[in-house]
């Protein structure tokens, strides 16, 4: 399959996206002998690729992982400001898993990260719509126009997002859990439609990705999915069916 370069050499382990663009850019990258440009596309399984001179080098093995992410870490590979992240989580070893979609470093929950670059791209395609639901717990009182107002077209940052499935979760005394359930994975998605609808938001969980959840896997620590699951998951994202 036809890839982006610097998504390949990521998923290789070269460099990361950024600094593969700027290999790119500088002429270091070549494709059947031919010098790449950037915005060039190769296939792995069928391109000659060099970096530097040296052919890329044997396929990773192909991993998929379900992360229990905390909150605190960041949702990149590498931060400029030294902060932790997922890839802090995973065995050094992994190489790089790139994260599916992208939680917020205050949000916990789960978070997928492969190299399969095929599954990357069909569960990051808007058009696929993979449910997503997350656990929010509010502070005080939950008005029911607030839910309302969730569950109906919302207008976030000048832009429609589809209405949410609205339930509560769990009744406390001064405080609620909220399930609220989207399709879509906009920056900051659920914090922006709570505040729209007034509520404010003291924590955020995702605790499902289709038919994935979080079952057995504690906080801050990571499965690898099961070959029926990548099946199921690639199946599913063809289906429009999770
Ligand atoms: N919505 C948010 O507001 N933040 C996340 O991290 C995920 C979804």
Not at 161 to 174: L, N, T
Request: proline fraction near 6%.
């Amino acid at each position: 399959m036809k890839q982006r370069l610097q998504k390949i050499l990521s998923m290789y382990g070269v460099a990361s996206r950024r600094t593969a663009e700027r290999l790119i850019a500088e002429g270091r990258v070549k494709v059947n002998g031919q010098k790449a440009r950037l915005g060039d596309s190769a296939d792995p399984d069928a391109d000659d690729i060099e970096v530097g001179g040296r052919p890329l080098a044997g396929r990773p093995e192909p991993r998929t992982v379900l992360l229990h992410k905390p909150r605190g870490v960041v949702c990149t590979l590498s931060d400029e400001k030294g902060r932790r992240t997922v890839r802090d989580l995973l065995p050094p070893d992994w190489g790089r898993l790139a994260p599916v979609g992208r939680l917020d470093i205050g949000t916990e929950g789960l978070l997928l990260l492969t190299n399969d670059g095929a599954l990357h791209q069909k569960l990051t395609h808007p058009s696929h719509g993979i449910e997503k639901e997350y656990h929010v717990w509010i502070e005080g009182d939950v008005p029911v126009a607030a839910v309302k107002a969730m569950s109906l077209p919302m207008v976030i940052e000048g832009r429609p997002v589809q209405p949410a499935r609205v339930s509560v979760a769990r009744r406390g005394a001064a405080s609620f859990v909220l399930s609220v359930t989207i399709h879509e994975g906009r920056h900051h998605q659920v914090r922006l439609m709570c505040a729209e609808a007034g509520l404010a938001v003291n924590r955020l969980k995702r605790v499902r990705l289709g038919f994935l959840t979080l079952e057995g896997v504690p906080y801050g620590s990571y499965r690898e999915l099961k070959p029926f699951e990548i099946k199921r998951l690639h199946q599913a994202t063809h289906d429009h069916a999770i």
